[in-house]
């Protein structure tokens, strides 16, 4: 029974993403619990608990990618499970919030679908909600439990750092990332520009001006998420047409929907950069595209919940350019 600061702790994974869970599990000493997952012939979902939670801590780990509905009824239907198993807390590891993107109404009588999975989570007997680079910070407060939104700068940080680039501009795509390519930039001591572009339908864009000098620099597209990837294309294209030597791109969660991989490998990114927060097919696996491991950073995570310690020393940066890494 493994038991972590004096607490009976389990850690279970459900089929969005094992490798994920596996990572996470080996970063903070203990075997992944005992469960399966079953899709009958009609659609419905059975999910079973094979060893006592009792009185434990439990950990599930479920981004809650495509299929998104399937991914997240298997969340919810173990939840419940565990709950009539009388476990202690559920504590829900959710590295990808799906319906993320649905958190304000756009247009009248549109649904806040974010605000919606919240409620179904919190209704389910979730007691903590961890997730990774949320796209909306006010996601936050569609919950009335704790929630903890880690970010995967540090992460790509590290990794462009590595690679010694000169000359570096970080590029935010819209106006609604400029924060995220501020905190890359400070990170990367580096200006930043933005892509001032409109959005004529759902997964389409149009860019209409780039606002910061990107002549003979080093590009890099930083975004929260990447889906069919027109976005993060189309930009790379307004970079080197306005004279940028070369592009580069870091996303925390790679959907890399429909034809996105296509769209990357003939696009000017000379790497596409992104963590293992959603599991990836075989055929997505491409030679521009990097995949960076969130597993150890979430297990510290998991970690210092345990310990009740805070979670702000994952995220406080000091660099040491003799190292070239984040401290």
């Given at each position: 029974m493994p038991v972590l600061n004096g607490k009976k702790?389990?850690?279970?994974?459900?089929?969005?993403?094992?490798?994920?869970?596996?990572?996470?599990?080996?970063?903070?000493?203990?075997?992944?619990?005992d469960c399966d997952v079953l899709h009958f012939a009609d659609g419905e979902i059975n999910v079973s608990i094979n060893e006592t939670v009792r009185g434990h801590d439990v950990f599930?780990?479920?981004?809650?990618?495509?299929?998104?509905?399937?991914?997240?009824?298997?969340?919810?239907?173990?939840?419940?499970?565990?709950?009539?198993a009388s476990a202690k807390t559920i504590n829900l590891v959710i590295p990808y919030y799906g319906y993320c993107r649905q958190d304000r109404k756009v247009r009248s009588r549109q649904p806040i679908s974010a605000k919606l999975v919240a409620d179904l989570l919190t209704a389910a007997g979730a007691d903590r909600v961890i997730c990774m680079d949320l796209h909306a910070a006010q996601i936050q407060g569609f919950f009335n439990i704790p929630i903890d939104n880690f970010m995967g700068l540090p992460i790509l940080a590290n990794y462009l750092l590595d690679k010694n680039l000169e000359d570096?501009?970080?590029?935010?795509?819209?106006?609604?990332?400029?924060?995220?390519?501020?905190?890359f930039g400070k990170v990367l001591n580096a200006p930043i520009a933005i892509i001032d572009k409109r959005r004529p339908e759902a997964?389409?864009?149009?860019?209409?001006?780039?606002?910061?000098?990107?002549?003979?620099?080093?590009?890099?597209?930083?975004?929260?998420?990447?889906?069919?990837?027109?976005?993060?294309?189309?930009?790379?294209?307004?970079?080197?047409?306005?004279?940028?030597?070369?592009?580069?791109?870091?996303?925390?969660?790679?959907?890399?929907?429909?034809?996105?991989c296509e769209r990357i490998e003939n696009s000017p990114i000379k790497e596409m950069i992104i963590t293992?927060?959603?599991?990836?097919?075989?055929?997505?696996?491409?030679?521009?595209?990097?995949?960076?491991?969130?597993?150890?950073?979430?297990?510290?995570?998991?970690?210092?919940?345990?310990?009740?310690?805070?979670?702000?020393?994952?995220?406080?940066?000091?660099?040491?350019?003799?190292k070239r890494e984040l401290l």
């Open positions: 702790v389990k850690l279970f994974s459900l089929n969005a993403n094992r490798e994920l869970a596996i990572e996470i599990a080996e970063s903070i000493g203990i075997e992944l619990g599930i780990v479920q981004p809650t990618s495509a299929p998104v509905n399937d991914h997240l009824m298997e969340l919810l239907i173990a939840m419940d499970a565990l709950k009539r570096v501009v970080i590029v935010s795509p819209d106006h609604g990332g400029t924060t995220r390519a501020r905190e997964n389409k864009a149009e860019v209409m001006n780039i606002i910061g000098n990107v002549e003979g620099k080093t590009c890099v597209l930083v975004d929260d998420i990447v889906d069919t990837a027109g976005t993060l294309t189309a930009g790379a294209d307004a970079l080197m047409k306005a004279g940028a030597k070369a592009v580069y791109a870091a996303c925390t969660h790679g959907l890399l929907s429909k034809n996105a293992n927060t959603i599991k990836l097919s075989d055929e997505k696996y491409t030679p521009k595209i990097k995949r960076l491991s969130v597993g150890s950073l979430l297990g510290h995570g998991i970690l210092r919940i345990l310990s009740d310690e805070p979670l702000s020393g994952l995220f406080t940066y000091s660099y040491d350019p003799s």
